[in-house]
């Protein structure tokens, strides 16, 4: 479980294919206090720690399920994915609820400069089945997108924006997102909860 607040966007030191599966090496400020099992969101994508090395770096295996419904297998050397090691209890939740299962990806289709912060619009597409079953956002609502912990505005059926303060712009690889950017994106679990209580 996380919150959708990132501890620091980290560089891909290296990402390989293996079998069907995509292994990541992550350089990162942490890495030396990760241990083998561990369950750490990259970009939102809640991975298992497989490997740790003296150099500061750690590696994850991405699996095809994993690949298929998120931006992970875009990654290469000397990009930026987010980091957040997962929740602990003892802790305030800061962001929202996030399991770190992606349901999809979006795409950024505009960039606005406004008063020093910057917008950003994604556009996503999801059937109406799953919109039934909650997979939207909703005004004033939470998204997690790439990882991030966000107040939805301007939402519509396939497309909502997010506004980004700078120091997210700043501390998370928002920083490297442009239009045309694919992202992952993590809907409300609340909503699809509810969703699922309501009659058919």
């Keep these: 479980m996380f919150s959708g607040i990132v501890e620091e966007p980290a560089t891909v030191v290296a990402a390989n294919i293996d079998g069907g599966n995509l292994r990541l090496r992550v350089k990162c400020s942490f ?28 590696e994850v295996v991405a ?3 994993t690949l298929d419904r998120s931006n ?17 209890l003892n802790g305030r939740l800061d962001g929202h609820i996030v ?3 992606v349901d999809t990806t979006a795409v950024c289709d505009d960039i606005q400069e406004l008063d020093g912060s910057r917008y950003f619009r994604f556009r996503y597409s999801i059937s109406d089945e799953m919109r039934r ?15 991030v912990s966000l107040t939805v505005c301007d939402s519509t059926a396939d497309s909502f924006r997010v506004a980004i303060i700078p120091y997210t ?8 997102i442009e239009v045309g950017t694919r992202v992952n994106l993590e809907f409300d679990i609340l909503g699809k909860y509810i969703a699922a209580m309501m009659p058919a």
């Design 31 to 58: 890495a030396n206090e990760l241990h083998l099992d561990q369950s750490v969101a990259h970009n939102g994508v809640c991975l298992t720690v497989v490997d740790v090395h003296p150099d500061s770096t750690y």
């Design 63 to 65: 699996i095809q399920e």
């Design 72 to 88: 992970l297998g875009l990654l290469k050397a000397g990009d930026l994915v987010n980091l957040e090691r997962s929740m602990m």
């Design 99 to 101: 399991q770190g299962h």
């Design 133 to 147: 079953r909650g997979y939207l956002t909703v005004e004033k609502g939470s998204v997690t997108v790439n990882g």
């Design 169 to 176: 712009l700043e501390h998370t690889n928002f920083s490297r």
